[in-house]
């Protein structure tokens, strides 16, 4: 229930950030009696966060910061700006996803991932490369080190604007119960 009333929360949220493009903070109250937050902030282009007051998760759309319980030993590049975040821990297992660009090539990043996931103690269970949407997208899955399941998707990406030579980044996984 808590589960999608948080993904209901981020939808409507979305369509009032859409609509208004204000500054503002609510709060909702969820039918068990919980509350959660729905911070909006920025005009026509800041961030939307959500979450809940019992910490089981948190939800940063257009910004934000890496999830504090991110793995330390599964590495960002240096010049990696987050356009999204989310960590969760709702049902006693972590979940989490970083999302965002960096200037860093694509083949660079794979190399990168294919050499740093095993050395600190992951096991790659799949490599892939395909064309998604005209963008060539590598998918990097893995588990270890308590993480029951890990995905590394790269993709190059024709953004404009700001970020028009920058290659797209996501990293999720799915810690495994205790």
Known sequence: M????FAGTAVLALFVFAACGGDGDST???EDGGEGSVGITGEGGGTIELSDEDGGGSVTIGGGEVPS???????LPDDFEVTAAFSGNET???AANVSGVTAEAVDDLQSMYEQA????GYTITSNSTSEVNGAETTAITFEGNGIAAGTVSISAQDFSGENSDKNSLSVA????SP
Do not use: E, H, K, N
């Open 2 to 5: 808590r589960r999608s009333l």
């Open 28 to 30: 909702t109250t969820p």
């Open 69 to 75: 319980d991110f793995p330390d030993d599964i590495p």
């Open 92 to 94: 006693g297992d972590l």
């Open 117 to 120: 996931l095993p050395d600190a």
């Open 173 to 176: 996984y799915g810690a495994a």
